[in-house]
């Protein structure tokens, strides 16, 4: 596999914790023999690179940018350098915890659609206590969309799913409000039809809830984009109260927390799947290259896990699988 | 107020764990002082009803029957006498654990909608962890909304809110995928110019996302029935997802069975404002009469908070005030 031995492009500068903590798990990547190449500015706002290599890049997408003039017009920013390197071979996959719009619209206009897709969209995993995780599809990309769209995404999460999990036949459901096909919304009722009549290498298994994202249910969960963002982050938002609720009780009196550390251990061993940052971030599919889409407030942890992960998929075909996946449906 | 001196109506066949949870709420409701009228089968089916008035059902709607179908050949249901006995002022609200869509169906059919509203909308209350609750409309009703029937429900939740808990101008905010005005479905972006430019009694204060739901951004929170379904269920099946968690956590030792110990009363008074059972159910807005919608698995605490909420929003004309909302808009 050639891609196997291209570094990752890393854009240094997205994120909260730009470029520190990006360039922290950069190295921690490399010294964990994954190959890297960052990409941003020469001047020495990165600090310290322990020597890694650096593509140039001297412009920066701000998280407040609005992602399509800012592609189009920061033409040397780190994240339209990192998807052209991609583009042109120089490495096997990009990575970014910056502007998620700039982020897609980078990948779409420099490394282009896949034939035959509609949408790119996005998928994310969802942590699953005891279990694989749940492919979320689209979590984000596509605010409106079109049954055909949904049906192309659940090739493409199964795919996907295939790629990362190794399920020969991954289980997709649809999300909707009620188990029966004859729940939901018209989108959802149309796109039940056709995941029903579809052939491909998945097996539809129907309607699941919202209550279900967790529940290890299916494999690859297709929605549009808009109901899968506010459902991930309704998700999000309840483990963060969740915590908060059950800090306050740990730290309530000397009491509570010696009673708290008996069970530290196991809570943390616990939540560590919960954890958005050990899944290596989500992924746009239907581009040509490989294009991981980190949380914001990734650690250098995240990055290490975004990195690998990135590395692992462009070396089993990733982009390949998809393309076959969606010529299945043509 | 007339109102106040009417029983609530309570369908003793709908739920889960009908009959037998549903009358032992109507009792320690009656206990507590609240009038009650049981509406069910007259046969000793509903077991020892400690003297209670029963009005005569003979049918049961079945979670599993199709709503429309159900209210329309099971005419002697408790569910549809139930909705008959607000209708024809025997009761002063009604309250059913039973199918939701035949309670929103029996609502609709036999109390009718209020002048001028083009769509029911259902009204849940979310737990906001030390403050007062977010009201999330729709959370089920219309699986496909347009934008004025969005702006209607933002004026009916604001005027429940005010019914419910006293804000004078509750803050209504929109359910979107990003913060921007520029960011969501054409719905929303449609949505959000009409709350924009809406007159009111309630403040629009912009988008809030899925993770805010639960962090108290606003009074009431607006969105379509889909959405709003799918997010409610995301959130309970987080806080179940994590409840499973600790459990196994806290259950794993001796040792740390102990140490759970200590930390269960500050837990349990924690959690208590996460249970949807402490917040009386979702409540159906539109229609003429106050009609609250219990969770299927209610117990007799959360039967008891129903009848409560009905009791107490029948009291307080939420009828005339949600009426009064409706015509401000027009």
Redesign the interface.
Same mark, same amino acid.
């Given at each position: 596999m050639e891609l196997a031995s291209l570094p990752v492009a890393l854009d240094a500068m997205g994120g909260d914790r730009a470029p520190g903590e990006i360039v922290a798990g950069a190295l921690d990547a490399v010294h964990g023999g994954l190959p890297v190449v960052l990409v941003g500015p020469t001047d020495g706002r990165l600090g310290d690179v322990g020597g890694l290599e650096i593509l140039p890049a001297s412009e920066v997408i701000e998280m407040k940018d609005d992602p399509g003039r800012a592609v189009r017009t920061k033409k040397d920013s780190s994240l339209v350098r990192a998807a052209e390197a991609v583009r042109d071979g120089r490495a096997s996959a990009m990575v970014s915890a910056g502007n998620t719009g700039a982020t897609m619209a980078s990948a779409l206009l420099r490394m282009g659609r896949l034939p035959g897709v509609f949408r790119p969209c996005i998928a994310t995993p969802l942590p699953v206590?005891g279990g694989s995780p749940t492919v979320l599809v689209d979590a984000?990309a596509n *605010?409106?969309c079109q049954s055909e769209w949904l049906l192309q995404f659940a090739r493409m999460g199964a795919a996907f799913y295939r790629a990362r999990y190794g399920a020969e036949r991954p289980k997709v459901a649809l &999300?909707?409000?009620g188990e029966e096909s004859s #729940?939901?919304? !018209?989108l %959802?009722k149309e796109t039940h039809e056709r995941l029903a009549a579809a052939r491909g290498r998945f097996e539809f298994v129907g309607n699941v @809830?919202?209550?279900? !994202? &967790? =529940?290890g249910e299916a494999d690859v969960v297709v $929605?549009d984009?808009?109901?899968g963002?506010? *459902? &991930? #982050? =309704? /998700? @999000?938002?309840? !483990?963060?109260?969740?915590m $908060? %609720? +059950?800090g306050? %009780?740990?730290n309530?009196t000397d @009491?509570?927390k *010696?009673?708290?550390e %008996? /069970?530290l251990p196991? +809570?943390l061993e *616990? =939540?560590a799947p +919960?954890d958005p940052e050990s899944t290596g971030g989500a992924m746009l599919l239907g581009v040509k290259g490989v294009c991981i889409i980190s949380h914001g407030s990734s650690s250098r942890r995240a990055i290490v896990n975004a990195i690998r992960v990135g590395h692992d998929l462009a070396a089993r075909d990733l982009t390949g699988t998809l393309a076959a996946s969606v010529a299945e449906g043509s």
């Open positions: 206590p984000g *605010a409106d &999300l909707s409000i #729940k939901g919304s !018209l %959802v @809830e919202g209550r279900d !994202l &967790l =529940a $929605t984009g808009f109901t963002n506010v *459902a &991930l #982050k =309704a /998700l @999000e938002g309840a !483990l963060r109260t969740f $908060t %609720v +059950l306050g %009780v740990m309530a @009491e509570t *010696a009673a708290s %008996v /069970l196991g +809570l *616990a =939540a +919960l």
